[in-house]
Structures are given as C-alpha cells and as structure tokens.
C-alpha cells in the first residue's frame, strides 16, 4: 500500500503544485486516503499541472492523450500538444554522459558537437553534430539522471493509483493496471535503441507502396554504430516542420493550394498504409512530427511512439470506418463488441442506441466537414461507459488518427476527408479480398473449389438418399433442452415416489385397521417402516436440490 514517508519530499512538492493550480480534491487522497469519486481538473488546470510537476509527469499526460476511452476530446486536445517547459542540460552533463556511454571517445566519433541544443524535451534534448566523414547527424541525449527521477514518480504514481482503486471511479477503469501500463510505457521510452528499431521498421515498411511514389517519404536513418540505451544518433535533416513550411513552388507548375493537397494526400496514403496494412504505425503525427524538406520531401520524424495492430482488428477497424460513414449504429455496435476484450455486453441494443444519439448530429452534414477523429473519440468513449474493454492500442489508433486529422486541417483548409479516404477504401476492401499475393491467393481458391466440386455430388446423392429412405431419423440437439429434460425427469422420479409412498400409507393403515393375525400386522408395519424411509429420502432430496420453494 501506498506509504507517505517513501518520498515525501516530492509529495509535498506535488502538493504544492497541486493547490497552487486549485485541486482540492487531491489534497485529501494524498494525505488521509479520501476515495470518494474524483473531481478532474479542467483541461487547462491539468495541463499546467503536469508541466508544472516535470518531465514524467508531462510524458505520463503525453500518454493519457492515447486513451480517448477514458478522457473527453477536450481532455485530449489539450494533451496531444503537451510539451514540457523544461530548461536545457549544461553542456559539461551532456559531455560526461556522451563519454560515458561511446565505445570511443567523442573526437575519435565528431568533428564537432554543437554545445546548445536545438531542441529540449522531457526524456532528452538534441544537438547537432557532424561525423568525421562529414556527414551531418542529429545526437538525442537522455537527460542525465532522469531514470531515477522516473522511477522516483512511477513509485508515487503506483501509490495514488491504490488509493484511487478503493473508489467506483478506481474499480471501472481498472485504475492499478492503467497505472502499471503507464509506468511501462514511460520506462520503455527510456531505451533509445527501442525508437531507434521502430524508426527502421517504419522507414523499412513505407520503403515501396501501391498508393504513393516511397521516395516522396522519408525516415531518418538510424546510426547503428554510435545509438546506445541513452543516445540515439538520426541523420540530419535539412527542413522545417510542415506548417512553418514555405512550399515555393513555381506558379508556372502548380499552385500552393495543389502542392498542399497533394501532401495531404500523400499523408493520409502513409499513415494508411502504416495502421491498414503493415500493421505498425506512428501513433504521433502532430505537426512538429512532420517535415517539409528542402528538397520537396515530407520527412516523419520522432518514432518512439508506436501502435501495433493484428490482421484481424485490422479487418474490424477496416468495416468499421464504413459503418462510421454510412452513421450505422447497429454495425458500429457490433464491430465495437469485437473489438473489445470483454467477453459480453451488459445491453446490445442500448449500446446501439447510446451510438444513434451520436451519430445523428452527422446526418446533415457534408462529408468535408465530417470529424472522424472525433467519431471515433465518442464511440470509444461509449463502449468504455458501456462496460466494454476496449485495448490500449485502439488508443493510439484514435490519437494517430486525430492528430493526421488535425494537422491535415490545418496545412490544408481545403481538405476534405472522404476524398482522401475513399479510395483507399476501394483498395483495402480488394486486399482484403486477395490478400497480398493474388495469384497465391487465386490458386488457393481454385483448389478449395475444385474439392468442393469433387465431394459436394457425393454429398448430395447421400443426402438424398437418405431423405428418400424410411429409416431416415433427424438428429437434433438443442444446447438449452437438456437441462430442461433432466429437471423434467427429477420432477416426474419425485411424483412417482410420492405416489408410491402414499399408496404404501394406505395400504399399510388398511391392514392395521383390519388385520385379525399377527402376520398381517407384520405386514403392516413393514410397509409404514418403508414409507417412512421413502419420505425422509423425499424430503432431504427436496431440500438439497435447494428448490423447497
């Protein structure tokens, strides 16, 4: 259980943040175990606290934007954006820590390290660097120390958590393992050689595509050589993030407003790509993420944060977006229960019904004002208060998509989401259909048929057979009716034992009034002796079946 002495100190600093910004509420939890429901601040208020509280804790808020299950869409648009307000490491830090971890020491590796960094974050900050063979490479560096830090808060964090598990609030959501999922998550992007893999695979996967020119994307390339758990070494790249960019693109070839659509169109093809058919996507496209190269490349930068999604929930989430846009609430219930973890829904119909309310105020709409990230927001956000377990990584799935949603917007005012859409729609359907090897898939049909043809005019013929024969016997059962034929049976035994034991009272009374010698009172009293057995074996079966009533 959650003890307070463990890490005071930072409680009280947590406190301080906390009252500061005007939470009460956690005033109580964090010093007597107060576990009435939680009132959450505003988006605001708890933006400014989780700034305000440091790196993990603006890491932990990143992360909580991935579960619009459990926060509003207001809640996750204050969080998507979320930065730390944190201050650069001094060089000398940065330099011990770089010799710490290089095989060699850094001239033998740089020519030259920029000693400011360009950017600053909460797990690490990047400087520019050049190789000894010239070429140009951006170096992120893990703040020194910020592993204990992190491990300080995970133990904090876990303690609330146990405190919170003890309130309804706490039970429905499943507090503890939402915490523990967290934490994991946190301590994982502490290996830079994880982002480092991802940043392969996904530069790997969108290396050749049906649906765009691949050289049109660009993943930095990972330096094998010189990454380790603390540094991450990428090639750098010559650009500005996407809407700072200025296309100029020569009027005499295209205008602005064709350049954007086209980029558009080639993000939406990527990111596609990335969750309908590899299966492993950037779950953090914001547009800091998003580069526009001088060379007229769009560059995906910043991999650390990954969805994984298997062939079949790729297939559900495929249907899925169709009954969104056909606003199928029926089909959006459905899909949703098979999407969940959870074995049944308390109310099929009223979790089709909680999805018409939604859905309505999008029936006079037209589709280029159609908010899907939005949709998808609310539809999880009702299969959680509809009891359903719906997994992590539909989280990132609805945040990638909202966060492609918004940049889109953004860079593009034109945009209009069905027509990127639709006709990767067409094409994922016909995937789906022939899989990614058609003539593999073809064949396989074929010889599928073909044993159906050669077995189904057997088949036929016997059934026939056997319609046509007087022996024919239908050979029906019924999951319910068994029950239901022993109970009958138990009920029938139970009559027969009462009429056989009244009929022996009778008989033996009849005897007894009448019998003139001995051995008819002996008669008479084995038979009350045997009906007297059979009623206690009556009333004891009776009463253990636990149906007296």
């Known amino acids: 259980m959650f003890s307070l002495t463990q890490t005071s100190a930072r409680q009280r600093e947590i406190l301080e943040v906390l009252l500061s910004n005007g939470w009460e509420y956690m005033r109580g939890l964090l010093t007597a175990g107060k576990t009435e429901n939680p009132q959450i601040p505003t988006p605001e208020v708890l933006r400014n606290i989780l700034i305000e509280l440091g790196p993990f804790y603006v890491k932990l808020g990143q992360l909580l934007s991935t579960r619009p299950d459990i926060l509003s869409p207001s809640y996750i648009k204050a969080l998507t954006a979320l930065q730390s307000n944190v201050s650069s490491v001094p060089w000398s830090e940065i330099e011990a820590l770089l010799n710490e971890q290089l095989s060699k020491p850094i001239k033998a590796i740089f020519s030259n390290i920029e000693k400011k960094p360009i950017a600053a974050g909460s797990i690490g900050q990047i400087h520019r660097g050049i190789l000894l063979n010239g070429e140009e490479v951006a170096i992120k560096v893990q703040r020194p120390n910020i592993d204990k830090i992190v491990q300080q808060d995970i133990n904090l964090i876990k303690g609330i958590a146990e405190l919170v598990s003890l309130t309804e609030f706490g039970r429905n959501y499943d507090i503890v393992q939402l915490a523990d999922e967290f934490c994991e998550a946190i301590k994982s992007e502490l290996d830079f050689t994880k982002e480092a893999s991802y940043t392969d695979t996904i530069r790997n996967n969108l290396s050749s595509s049906l649906w765009f020119d691949a050289h049109n994307i660009l993943i930095p390339r990972v330096y094998w050589e010189i990454t380790t758990e603390k540094i991450l070494v990428l090639e750098w790249l010559y650009g500005k993030p996407i809407l700072e960019a200025d296309l100029n693109i020569p009027k005499a070839i295209k205008s602005a407003k064709e350049k954007r659509k086209e980029i558009t169109t080639l993000l939406f093809r990527a990111f596609f790509q990335q969750i309908y058919v ?23 930068i910043d991999c650390g944060m990954v969805g994984k999604i298997d062939p079949q929930t790729q297939k559900i989430l ?13 089909g959006c219930a459905q899909l949703t229960f098979k999407l969940s973890e959870s074995d049944k829904v308390d109310n099929l119909l009223k979790l089709q019904n909680d999805y018409k309310k939604i859905l309505k105020k999008y029936y006079n709409l037209n ?54 859409i639709n006709p990767l729609m067409t094409s994922l359907f016909y995937r789906q259909l022939v899989g990614d090897k058609p003539l593999q898939t073809g064949l396989r049909t074929i010889l599928d048929l073909k044993s159906i043809s050669l077995k189904t005019p057997r088949r036929i013929e016997t059934l026939l057979d056997r319609l046509s024969s007087e022996t024919f016997n239908w050979n029906i059962k019924l999951r319910e009716l068994e029950p239901l034929r022993r109970s009958i049976d138990a ?5 027969s034992f009462s009429i056989v034991l009244g009929s022996l009272i009778m008989g033996a009374a009849i005897i007894s009034v009448g019998s003139s010698t001995q051995q008819l009172s002996i008669i008479s009293s084995v038979l009350f002796t045997s009906a007297s057995i059979l009623g206690v074996w009556l009333i004891i079966s009776i009463l253990r079946s636990g149906r007296l009533r």
């Open 278 to 300: 590899d299966g492993f996507f950037h779950a953090d496209p914001h547009p800091g993420n998003l580069f526009y190269l001088n060379d007229g490349r769009i560059a995906i």
């Open 318 to 330: 495929i249907e899925l977006l169709l009954a969104i846009f056909d606003l199928d609430a029926q």
């Open 367 to 420: 589709l280029s004002q159609f908010n899907l990230s939005e949709v998808v927001y609310e539809i999880l956000q009702i299969a959680r208060k509809n009891k359903l377990t719906i997994p992590g990584n539909l989280g990132l799935y609805a945040k990638c998509l909202g966060n492609l949603e918004g940049t889109a917007r953004q860079f593009n005012p034109s945009f209009n989401l069905f027509d990127e």
């Open 491 to 495: 009920s029938a035994n139970r009559l």
